[in-house]
């Protein structure tokens, strides 16, 4: 069996299991660095960006996981879990840093005021059906690097700003499909687990 980890330090966990389990795939929480040995893919869940970096470090989870992703290890990030894969956040708290490793500059809590919160249908690049998307207190994504593809941005009438990237095994949404319970951007994380196992790498 593919098992995938969800960092659970903070944040919904338990939607994002529950979509891996659907899928056919062991969800493992992962809270000690240990617990990274025993997965082939990690899911960054929503949550608060601020508080699972400072949980992270506390854990000594930190290096662990930027070793991960370095060594390739595919990794999906959500909401929360976009700006902990952000290489640069654009006003972070007081002394915030990101695990770093996709290209990108996030604004968190871009949408203020009354549309804090809202959903909206989006055409994701490579998906043949519209993404119904949940976003909570989202970021989104300000700047990319040239290897960064954009996968989904909202129409100029919602705001424009790119809110779904990909680069290499990194994959990372502003919004939350795991509430929505659209399972195609878990698939395209598990796509990547399967091609790194048929490549034979780690
Ligand atoms: N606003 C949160 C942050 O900055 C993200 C919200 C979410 O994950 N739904 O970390």
Do not use: W
């Amino acid at each position: 069996t593919v098992r995938v980890g969800v960092l659970a330090l903070q944040g919904d966990v338990r939607e994002h299991s529950r979509v891996l389990a659907a899928l056919g795939v062991e969800p493992v929480p992962v809270r000690r660095p240990g617990d990274l040995d025993a997965v082939q893919g990690l899911v960054l869940p929503g949550g608060e960006s601020s508080v699972i970096d400072k949980l992270a470090r506390a854990f000594g989870m930190r290096e662990p996981i930027r070793a991960a992703i370095a060594e390739g290890m595919p990794v999906y990030g959500t909401c929360a879990g976009l700006i902990l894969l952000a290489a640069r956040i654009a006003n972070p708290i007081v002394g915030q840093e990101s695990f770093g490793g996709l290209d990108v500059t996030v604004r968190r809590n871009a949408f203020g005021g009354q549309v804090e919160s809202f959903e909206t249908d989006l055409v994701a690049h490579g998906f043949d059906a519209p993404v119904h998307a949940t976003f909570i207190r989202a970021p989104v994504v300000v700047g990319t690097g040239p290897d960064v593809q954009v996968l989904a941005s909202l129409p100029e009438s919602a705001g424009g700003g790119i809110v779904a990237v990909a680069q290499g095994n990194l994959l990372a949404t502003a919004f939350h499909p795991e509430v929505s319970g659209d399972t195609r951007f878990h698939e395209m994380l598990l796509a990547r687990i399967r091609g790194r196992e048929v490549g034979g790498a780690r």
